[in-house]
């Protein structure tokens, strides 16, 4: 801007001084909004990229915290491809994340719908009640859940008992430990999505469920043609979001199946990713090997919420 | 100017923020001060507290950082980079891998360790030793091995009840099984808790060698550890377990239940049993484990290299866990002493506990710990075991073929120890 000042009669020395005042001012001026998102930044440098970075760099690495640093270049990755240990976290993870999202999201949607009904009496209570598994801590739910579904002790195979069924082994079977897991995150996760749905629905005029009504329509077809067509942007919001929750599934694991340690069951039947990362990086000090399998999480949920984007997106702008 | 003040200030308060996350005062350094970590439930406090009474002027900043794991990774960390305590507790399954870095931690030997080093059983001292005869650690403790059982029960299936008469019923782990099997055919129930813990896990700590060879080579794949395995294979054959793994909700609520007989329970044990079933009180007694001695557990006292004030928590160390110092604590809190020259103490030998019906723990349990030939401790010695329990756990819940057990467990282990 100081190209523009043309030529002045102003003497040099006493003109110098108003420009520089007005540099400095510029400069204040542009630098001043960075200042104020700054923390924001600074933060996430410190405590989001340079760990990231810093895992990027320890994959490479035969990585012993209190003792020596082997350089072992991209070992760790081969051995990767070869531990069936992985394999078998990642399909546990899958599972886990297909058995909690597909039947969450679709309760959470029915639930959304049946709250938002003109009807309802006592709304905010019902309102507010979907959303107390969720204030509830993970630890707290995963013990009570994991002594619901006790083998021997347990209230589901009390009542499988008393309808006649043999008892199942939940925690020591694979099916039977993603299910409990699955349950568990279901059961923390409906409320959420539920208000979330909610709060959209809320957007939608009454008048087109009252035009619905009059012109015949039942209740599941206003669902089918009002609710489901007004939701899609917020659905894909929360298949991309459960999608990233879904892969870094942790606490349950860690906690549903003391026997063993950290693998969740004697054959890692529910052990996840993120468990399995734990388990070799602060089980076994093997924080090379740990950063290896973190490296291989980052790969996998960034290409999958890529897929989601461009699912979702397409979901977005398909016309109802 | 005021526009200069509002980015000064936005630029402050980030800088702040952060350093609010790394400041931390120094605290007080005086030689008369130092820090402990400890486990919880294990009550070091009692101990401090005797100390810090004898000597008012010393001040102990006692810290119960978790569970034994949870210690040994706190201490990993500030190894790693971070505050150091002056005195931190380290279980003995965690131990080996802080022995892989000995540089990490004050030599004590340095602090007057070979004075006192005659005092503990030479095969516990042992592990907190290195080749080149630094020593890292002093033990607190042991986990000698018995089998406490249900007096109750042992009676309706017509098996005697006294504690003396029921060790003679299993001097080898062979007779053991045919006890169960009696007990099994007479009550219709399980006998033991489960195999992997109470059978494996005891048999494969009587031996001579476990996961490493005599010079410190990995050697897991030898005739003792598949010896252990082999009976514990041979127990779950016969069909007297309950299948309840250890320390798993089932196994609490079965205990309560009295929905088996026998817990093959090293001496720490002895005290999550008193939480877990206060209402079997009195309905518990303590034999002699079958198999020979062995050992389980313990904990040694180590000072990181980096400790503000290493010569104070080596007074700690030298006056609570001299021989005198450990009969109390086991008086008081009942883990077993490491130091044999109290185990014919008179307070010891006569020490009973009402709720294994007066079993005299101090004297059964020091029984199972004299005689015992030293093995090495490796640093992978805690994924190889939990490989092995994890296989044998797996044959319970009829997932792996006990035919096909041992090579399974080989290929488990093979690949936690990333060979």
Known sequence: MTTMLGPAPVPPDVRRPARN??????????????????PFFVLFLIFGLFPLLFTFYISLFDWDPIGEHRFVGLDNFSELLDDPRFWGALRNTFSIWVLSTVPQLLLALGLAHLLNHARLRLAALFRMSVLVPYVTSVAATTIVFAQMFDRDYGMINWFLGLLGFEHIDFTASLWGSHIMIATMIAWRWTGYNTLLYLAALQAVPRELYEAAAADGANGWKQFLHISIPSLRPIIAFTVVTSTIGGLQVFTEPLLVNPVGGLTCGAARQCQTVTLYLYEQSFGQFHFGYGAAVGVALFVIVVAFSGLNYLLATRIRSERP | MKRVRTTATAVIAAAALLLAGCGGSDGESDSKTFEFWSFANINQKADVDVYTKAHPDVRVKLTEVGSTTETAQALTAALAGGKVPDLVLIQADDLPKFMQSPDNFVDLTTLGANDIKGNYLDW????????????????????????????DLFKAAGLPTDRDEVAKLWPTWDEFINVGKQYVQKTGKPFVDNTPTSVFFQAVNQGSQRYYSADRKLDYDNEQVKAAFDVTLKAFDAGISAKQGSFSSGWTAAMKKGDYAVVCSPSWMLSQMKTNAPETNGKWDIATIPGGSGNWGGSFLAIPKRAKNAKAAWNYISEMQSPKGQLDHFLMQGSLPTTPSVYTDPQLVGKTDPFFSNAPIGKIYTQSVLGIKPFYFGPQDGPIGTEFLNTLTSVEQGKVNPANAWDTALTNVKNAVRE
């Open chain 1, 21 to 38: 005042r007005r540099i400095q001012q510029g400069v204040r001026e542009f630098l001043a909004p960075y200042a104020y998102i700054s």
């Open chain 2, 124 to 151: 516990v001292m042992a592990q907190s030793t290195t080749k080149d005869g630094k020593i890292i650690g002093v033990p607190t403790d042991v986990g000698g091995l018995a089998v406490a059982y249900r007096t």
